[in-house]
C-alpha cells in the first residue's frame, strides 16, 4: 500500500512560479511512471508531466518550456516546478503512480493563478 501526498499548491500571480511536491510513503518498484495530471472544474483530467524510474520525461505541449518534473529516487518523491504561470494553468493538480501492480493517486492540491 502506498501513499502519495502532494503539496506546494496555492494561489500565486501570473507569471509566478510554484513547486509541488510528491512523496509516496515507501520504495518504489520499477519499471514505474509518476506523472502530474490537473483537473479544472467541468473538464477532463488531463496529463501535465511524466518521469520514468529511469529518468526520461515528457511534457504537454501546453506547459512545455514553462514546467519541469524531477524526481528523487532516494526520497521516494517526485516534483513539478511551474514557472511563468498563467490563468488556464488553475487547477487541482494530481500526482499518479503506475507500475506493473498499481495505478494510485494522491488526493491533490489546489493551483490558482489569478490577479
Known amino acids: 500500500q502506498v501513499q502519495l501526498v502532494e503539496s506546494g499548491g496555492g494561489l500565486v500571480q501570473p507569471g509566478g512560479s510554484l513547486r509541488l511536491s510528491c512523496a509516496a510513503s515507501?520504495?518504489?518498484?520499477?519499471?514505474?511512471?509518476m506523472g502530474w495530471y490537473r483537473q479544472a472544474p467541468g473538464k477532463q483530467r488531463e496529463l501535465v508531466a511524466a518521469i520514468t524510474n529511469g529518468g526520461s520525461t515528457s511534457y504537454a505541449a501546453s506547459v512545455k518550456d514553462r514546467f519541469t518534473i524531477s524526481g528523487d529516487n532516494a526520497k521516494n518523491t517526485v516534483y513539478l516546478q511551474m514557472s511563468y504561470l498563467k490563468p488556464e494553468d488553475t487547477a487541482v493538480y494530481y500526482c499518479n503512480l503506475q507500475n506493473k501492480y498499481v495505478n494510485y493517486w494522491g488526493q491533490g492540491t489546489q493551483v490558482t493563478v489569478s490577479s
Open positions: 515507501s520504495r518504489i518498484i520499477r519499471p514505474n511512471i
